[in-house]
């Protein structure tokens, strides 16, 4: 069996009023996620906690390496798969005053996940360019999914063609009509004598959850598949974490290779 793996001051003004100060003129009370771009810093009223950076492109969550002990987060960015508030309940909405459950995972590494309990909020503020080159390098945008993507993919109940993404550029692609795999590689991965088309997709496996047949966000997985689709002779490939399951785009499909007719058993 062959295989491989996929190795993210302000001067006052005349008279008795003072001109606001940049933390004034730029902080903002709320930040919804699915409407705002960029990164941010959510400082806390807390004296001893440290202030997070929110990317709403990805969407991910860090705190500075600088200073002191970074934790839970070891220098990376962590995927942000939802935050709710303490005392309101609203989800995906970051509030002033507010303290708020972080469900963060890491996109290198299946073992690192958890919930973190930060504010309440004192300040929302855009990240300065100075913090921005302190932080680790961001993961590539729209991890935590979007608009038709799903948590997790039973391969032998779905319809139609989805696309799984991970942190690495490397894409796969399966199409549940057919029971077929597609991996298409990216800049820097491995590459391999499958890639770049259509092939028997025999079994699926998650690492961590351990079962068959389902692809989930936040775990990793095993495709083994047939080179020949006569089964004499398989290959796998082991896909870095899971950050997106999206059904395929009219463009994407138009640019794959032409779908399999029918089914291969």
Same mark, same amino acid.
């Given at each position: 069996?062959?295989?491989?793996?996929?190795?993210? =001051?302000?001067?006052?003004? =005349?008279?008795?009023?003072?001109?606001?100060? %940049?933390?004034?003129?730029?902080?903002?009370?709320?930040?919804?996620?699915?409407?705002?771009?960029?990164?941010? =810093?959510?400082?806390?009223?807390?004296? $001893?906690?440290?202030?997070?950076? @929110?990317?709403?492109?990805?969407?991910?969550?860090?705190?500075?390496?600088?200073?002191?002990?970074?934790?839970?987060?070891?220098? &990376?960015?962590?995927?942000?798969?939802?935050?709710?508030?303490?005392r309101r309940g609203e989800t995906d909405i970051i509030r002033s005053g507010e303290r708020h459950l972080f469900d963060l995972y890491s996109a290198m590494d299946v073992e690192l996940r958890?919930?973190?309990?930060? #504010?309440?909020?004192?300040?929302?503020?855009?990240?300065?360019?100075? &913090?921005?080159? &302190?932080?680790p390098l961001r993961l590539p945008r729209g991890l935590g999914g979007g608009e038709g993507g799903v948590e997790a993919l039973a391969v032998d109940e779905a319809t139609g063609v989805w696309?799984?993404?991970?942190?690495?550029?490397?894409?796969?692609?399966?199409?549940? %009509?057919?029971?077929?795999?597609?991996?298409?590689?990216?800049?820097?991965?491995?590459?391999?004598?499958?890639?770049?088309?259509?092939?028997?997709? @025999?079994?699926?496996? *998650?690492?961590?959850? *351990?079962?068959? #047949?389902?692809?989930?966000?936040?775990?990793? $997985? =095993?495709?083994?598949?047939?080179?020949?689709?006569?089964?004499?002779?398989?290959?796998?490939?082991? &896909?870095?974490?899971?950050?997106?399951?999206?059904?395929?785009?009219?463009?994407?499909?138009?640019?794959?290779?032409?779908?399999?007719?029918?089914?291969?058993?």
């Open positions: 069996m062959r295989g491989g793996s996929d190795d993210v =001051e302000c001067d006052a003004a =005349e008279g008795p009023d003072e001109a606001p100060t %940049d933390l004034e003129a730029v902080s903002v009370d709320e930040l919804v996620l699915a409407r705002a771009t960029g990164v941010w =810093e959510v400082r806390s009223a807390a004296p $001893h906690e440290l202030a997070l950076f @929110v990317d709403t492109d990805a969407p991910a969550v860090t705190r500075s390496l600088y200073g002191r002990d970074a934790g839970l987060f070891a220098g &990376q960015w962590l995927v942000l798969r939802s935050v709710r508030g303490r958890g919930a973190l309990s930060h #504010g309440p909020v004192a300040a929302i503020v855009p990240a300065s360019r100075e &913090q921005l080159v &302190q932080l696309v799984v993404r991970s942190s690495s550029p490397t894409i796969y692609v399966v199409d549940a %009509d057919a029971g077929a795999l597609l991996r298409v590689p990216g800049a820097g991965s491995s590459p391999g004598v499958a890639d770049d088309r259509w092939v028997p997709l @025999v079994r699926v496996r *998650g690492y961590k959850a *351990g079962d068959e #047949g389902i692809i989930r966000v936040a775990d990793r $997985h =095993e495709y083994v598949f047939d080179h020949d689709r006569d089964g004499a002779d398989f290959g796998w490939w082991l &896909q870095r974490i899971v950050t997106r399951i999206d059904p395929a785009t009219d463009a994407e499909l138009a640019g794959f290779p032409t779908r399999v007719s029918g089914a291969w058993q």
